[in-house]
């Protein structure tokens, strides 16, 4: 659908450019767009490599299975129907663990290997299992201790304070969580 939205809208913005006679304006939006792209680009290019080069060097030491002993008694709440699953509880620890750090780029394929685990398991294979539904909610809810995209951004567009939003960003994204977990506990207990 946004295939036909966006180009339908460029179309109409050239056309009222040239009725209106400021093509020139829409030539210099173009490019001056197409510079603030590639300088926040850049910007994420560089946080995204440190957060990523921490994760790797997470993974090659022992973090990561502390930090999943962790979160083990979280998961085990959140996840009844993956007793039996020790794959699943680590891939979803590790991604919660990404998202946490707020390294949704590195959080992404480890929630599609976590889905991917979890479907193999799955016995409705043309249905979303309970633990399938409550990982897309956390993932939805993303929870963040440290929202390393959005300071990016307000670095980019020189931010007095780019990690002013640290408390709204937490505050926003526990309620999030907190809400999606219930509602989604209600719910699948209501399905059984």
Avoid at 147 to 158: D, E, F, G, K
Wanted: glycine share 4%; aromatic share 6%.
């Amino acid at each position: 659908m946004l295939n036909i939205i966006w180009p339908v809208f460029i179309i109409i913005s050239f056309m009222y450019a040239i009725v209106t006679g400021r093509v020139n304006e829409v030539n210099n939006g173009i490019f001056e767009a197409v510079s603030d792209a590639v300088e926040l680009s850049i910007t994420f290019l560089g946080t995204i490599c440190l957060w990523n080069g921490i994760m790797e060097i997470v993974k090659k030491t022992t973090l990561i299975q502390k930090l999943t002993k962790l979160l083990n008694p979280l998961v085990k709440v959140l996840f009844p129907d993956l007793k039996h699953s020790q794959k699943a509880k680590e891939e979803i620890s590790m991604n919660m663990v990404a998202n946490l750090l707020g390294l949704g780029n590195a959080a992404t394929p480890l929630g599609l290997k976590a889905m991917k685990t979890m479907q193999e398991e799955n016995c409705k294979k043309d249905t979303l299992s309970n633990a399938m539904a409550m990982f897309i909610v956390l993932n939805t809810a993303s929870l963040q201790l440290i929202p390393t995209n959005v300071i990016a951004i307000r670095t980019s567009l020189n931010s007095a304070n780019p990690t002013q939003i640290i408390l709204p960003v937490w505050g926003a994204t526990i309620i999030a969580a907190v809400v999606g977990v219930l509602a989604t506990k209600l719910i699948t207990k209501k399905i059984k």
